[in-house]
C-alpha cells in the first residue's frame, strides 16, 4: 500500500477494491500537526519581532532620530557663528589695545587676562554622556570663552569712556611744554637713549633730555600736578619731581633752588625753581625726565603744546646729533 498526502486529507491504497479511500487521522496525529504548524508560527513571529526590532525604527524612535540630527546640526550652526563672533571680537580687541588705548595713552590689558582660560578639568563633564558630546563640550567652550571676553572688553570700553570724560583734566595734566623756555632750541643739549657719559666716557642709557642754560634760569613746571618730591638726589642733586595724574610724573634735576614745595599744586608753565649745576653734572644745565606708569618716557614726544612739527623735527636731529650727555 501506498500513502500520499493531498492538502491536509489522507488516502490509502486498498488493493481489493483497487481503489483509495480516505484515511482520517487520529487525535494523535492532529494534536502533532496542530503543534508543528503552532510552533512554526511563534518561531516566525518571534524572528519577525527582532528583525522589526533592531533593523526598523519604531515611530518614537525614527522621531528621536530626527530630533538628534536635527540638534547636531544647530549645534554645527552654532558653533560656526560662535567663530565668527570670536573674530569680531579679536578686531574689537585689537583696535581696543592698538588704537583706542594709545590715543587716550591708557594702560594695556595684557594678553593673559584678554584671553584668559577656565579654571578646572571637569568644567565639562556633565556633558560628556550626551550624544554628540564632542560637539557639545567644543561648542559650550566657545561660548564660556566669548562671555568671559565680553566681559573684559566690556569693562575696557568704561574705562575709556571714563578717561574720554575726563579727557579736559587729563590734557591739562600731560607734561606738553618744554621745562625751560627754548623757542629758539638753541638749550637743547642732549636727548633720550644711549649717550657718552662725560666723566667715564662709556655709553650708557641716558633716561631723560638736558638744557643748557645759565644759572637762575626758570624752569617750569610741564603740566598741572602736585609736587612729591623736593630735595637732593643720588646723581642729581637738588631734584624736583611732580606727579601729574593719570600715571604721569616729571622730574627736574641739577636744579639751583626750589620754588615750590612738596605738596604744593602747580599749574603747566608755573615756576617751580632755577637751572643750577648741582649732583653729577658737567655745567650748569637742566636734566628733565618724563614717567609714565613708573617707565621713563622719551619727552621730546610731549612737546606738542610748545614745538611746530618744522621746530619739533629739529629738535629731534639737535638732540640726536648730540652723543654726549652733561650729567
Known sequence: MKL?????????YNPNTLSYERVYPSAKDRFFTILRHLSTGIAFGVATFFVMMYLIDSPKEALLNKENKLLQTQYEILSLRL??????????????????????QAESIPESIRKSGFGGTNRYEHLMNLPNSEL?????????????????????????????????????C???????????????????????????????FHAGMDFSAKIGTDIYA??????????WKQGYGNCLIIDHG??????????????????????????????????????????????????????????????????????????????QVMD
Open 4 to 12: 500520499f498526502k493531498t492538502r491536509k486529507t489522507y488516502y490509502l
Open 83 to 104: 567663530n565668527d563672533a570670536l573674530e569680531v571680537l579679536s578686531d574689537i580687541q585689537q583696535r581696543d589695545e592698538n588704537l583706542y588705548r594709545s590715543i587716550f
Open 136 to 172: 557639545v563640550v567644543a561648542t559650550t567652550q566657545k561660548m564660556d570663552i566669548l562671555r568671559k571676553q565680553l566681559y573684559v572688553q566690556s569693562n575696557s570700553l568704561e574705562e575709556l569712556i571714563n578717561i574720554g570724560k575726563s579727557q579736559e583734566e587729563r590734557l591739562s
Open 174 to 204: 600731560i607734561p606738553a611744554i618744554q621745562p625751560i623756555s627754548n623757542k629758539d632750541l638753541r638749550r637743547t643739549a642732549s636727548g633720550y637713549g644711549m649717550r657718552i657719559d662725560p666723566i667715564y666716557r662709556t655709553r650708557r
Open 222 to 231: 610741564t603740566g598741572n600736578g602736585v609736587v612729591t618730591f623736593s630735595g
Open 246 to 323: 593719570f600715571g604721569f610724573q616729571t622730574l627736574y634735576g641739577h636744579m639751583q633752588k626750589f620754588k615750590a614745595r612738596v605738596g604744593q599744586k602747580v599749574k603747566r608753565g608755573e615756576v617751580i625753581g632755577y637751572v643750577g649745576n648741582t649732583g653729577k653734572s658737567t655745567g650748569p644745565h637742566l636734566h628733565y625726565e618724563v614717567i609714565v606708569r613708573g617707565k621713563n618716557d622719551n619727552p621730546s614726544k610731549y612737546y606738542f603744546m610748545d614745538l611746530t612739527p618744522e621746530e619739533y623735527d629739529r629738535m629731534i636731529q639737535i638732540a640726536e646729533n648730540h652723543g
